[in-house]
T-cell receptor, first 110, second 112 residues
């Protein structure tokens, strides 16, 4: 059973600090990794994708991938209250099927 | 560019009835996936269609079925509804080339 694991949280971070969200996956053949943000009552929206080891930055967001350790993380710098949401990690496995984590609820405290 | 359109937005059905949900993907997207989301279970994969063929299927009973038309629009059907089928049903489309999926706003189904 291929799995993607995330800490369900809630993760509480002060405004202006760095929020760090982590995700581990079981299928070593996975090649594509995604972070989605889902506000309460809304549908998920793609915020980052990463395919190779290392860091990928987009504005305040940085995705980090370590295939040897089978983890992917998302850093949010200068966290804002509007970043409060559930963050879903999704991994495309070796069969090109998207496997989802259960999500981490992030709360940014003003 | 229009996004993924799901209809209807809300549905209330009685146990034992059947329901059909519709999804129109982004123009040019040939892959459509369906998900069930409940507070306790997160996103559960139902099935994926690509060019009118079911490419992947999740672990749901046969009461859940779907299809895709030649214009890439997709429908999912749930027969003999149960109370536990109450959930948000999300459709997502992908071009298969650009990264990730784009989700529709979902259909919230309530079974009473």
């Amino acid at each position: 059973q291929k799995e993607v694991e995330q800490n369900s949280g809630p993760l509480s971070v002060p405004e202006g600090a760095i929020a760090s969200l982590n995700c581990t996956y079981s299928d070593r053949g996975s090649q594509s990794f995604f972070w989605y943000r889902q506000y309460s009552g809304k549908s998920p929206e793609l915020i980052m994708s990463i395919y190779s080891n290392g860091d990928k930055e987009d504005g305040r967001f940085t995705a980090q991938l370590n295939k040897a350790s089978q983890y992917v993380s998302l850093l949010i710098r200068d966290s804002q209250p509007s970043d409060s949401a559930t963050y879903l990690c999704a991994v495309m496995d070796s069969n090109y099927q998207l496997i989802w984590g259960a999500g981490t609820k992030l709360i940014i405290k003003p | 560019k229009a996004g993924v359109t799901q209809t209807p937005r809300y549905l209330i059905k009685t146990r034992g009835q059947q329901v059909t949900l519709s999804c129109s993907p982004i123009s040019g997207h040939r892959s459509v996936s369906w998900y069930q989301q409940t507070p306790g279970q997160g996103l559960q994969f139902l099935f994926e269609y690509f060019s009118e063929t079911q490419r992947n299927k999740g672990n749901f009973p046969g009461r859940f079925s779907g299809r895709q038309f030649s214009n890439s629009r997709s429908e999912m059907n749930v027969s003999t509804l149960e109370l536990g089928d109450s959930a948000l049903y999300l459709c997502a489309s992908s071009s298969g080339q650009a990264p990730g999926y784009t989700f529709g706003s979902g259909t919230r189904l309530t079974v009473v």
